[in-house]
């Protein structure tokens, strides 16, 4: 169901961005813009991994170094049947974790010192599968083909903005034209809007996907939701020391947003609320005869 609702929710953006592109520049305004903006994103996307490990402070550690937190790695990727990722620690109190790599060979996996002496050996065992879940499922590509599109469709705002700036006195085909008129106010200030939140529903919709991936590789989903819980409280007072323009980029990638609040609102947030999370997991439970 949610690798259907994410293709769903892609060819809803690809088509947006079909639609004003053809609106504003035709077949070759939706090619040119959708070039640049795939090449400024794999640009990322083929150094993700560095970019986030050096943003956050993650040091790589050996089995000597962390001998416990490399026999739960170990474990996950057996279930997994993936490539062991390298492994990396943050030191901060934050309990946190995320996965990054632009393929199975290419991964890492970091944990905060912070979400070590939280969580018992079960439930890390489970968000470091679930983490292992997003590098077998290959969010980074998808993340990465989502924010093209979206980029792509920010620029062609960012351009009808400027022309309607430079351009607002000029007689064209579309004056008179209160459609036309409506059309370009809808692409410079609705569309890039829209494109966020189809963005962000994908990615909560790939945060969905790894939960369900790593309940069943790890075979205890009660572990995962035990973890979130605790996750959910951990991070109350707790938050990361880098800054919030350092980490927004990046937010998406944490098992727990570390950017998020109370207050924010469920459209505009990168992850699924915990409870809806820790509800699934625990149905996931109840459903299925799980190895211990």
Not at 23 to 50: C, E, H, K, P, T
Not at 58 to 80: G, M, S
Not at 127 to 152: F, K, P
Request: glycine share 8%.
């Amino acid at each position: 169901m949610n690798t259907i609702k994410t293709l769903f929710l892609i060819s809803l953006l690809t088509s947006l961005l079909l639609l004003i592109g053809y609106f504003v520049g035709g077949i070759g305004g939706i090619l040119g813009f959708l070039i640049i903006a795939l090449a400024m994103n794999f640009i990322g996307y083929w150094f993700s991994d560095r970019l986030v490990l050096a943003l956050a402070r993650a040091k790589v550690v050996t089995p000597e170094e962390e001998p416990e937190l490399h026999k739960i790695v170990d474990e996950q990727v057996r279930l997994a049947a993936i490539p062991k990722p390298k492994v990396f620690i943050i030191r901060d109190q934050a309990p946190n974790a995320f996965a990054t790599g632009r393929s199975k060979k290419h991964a890492s996996i970091a944990v905060t010192e912070g979400i070590t002496r939280l969580l018992s050996r079960e439930e890390l065992g489970g968000v470091i599968a679930h983490e292992l879940a997003h590098v077998g499922n290959r969010d980074t590509l998808i993340m990465t083909i989502v924010a093209a599109i979206a980029t792509a469709i920010s620029m062609i705002a960012w351009m009808v903005q400027w022309a309607a700036i430079f351009g607002g006195g000029r007689r064209d085909s579309r004056e008179g034209n209160a459609l036309g008129i409506i059309g370009l106010l809808v692409i410079a200030i609705v569309m890039p809007i829209v494109a966020t939140l189809i963005q962000l529903a994908i990615s909560r919709t790939r945060e969905y996907q790894a939960d369900k991936t790593g309940a069943y590789t790890s075979g205890n989903p009660l572990a995962l939701a035990s973890a979130l819980r605790k996750l959910k409280l951990g991070n109350k007072d707790r938050h990361l020391d880098v800054s919030k323009e350092r980490l927004e980029p990046v937010s998406h990638l944490f098992i727990v947003n570390p950017l998020s609040g109370a207050g924010v609102v469920r459209l505009f947030s990168t992850h699924p609320p915990f409870e809806e999370r820790v509800a699934r997991l625990e149905a996931m439970g109840r459903q299925t005869l799980w190895p211990r």
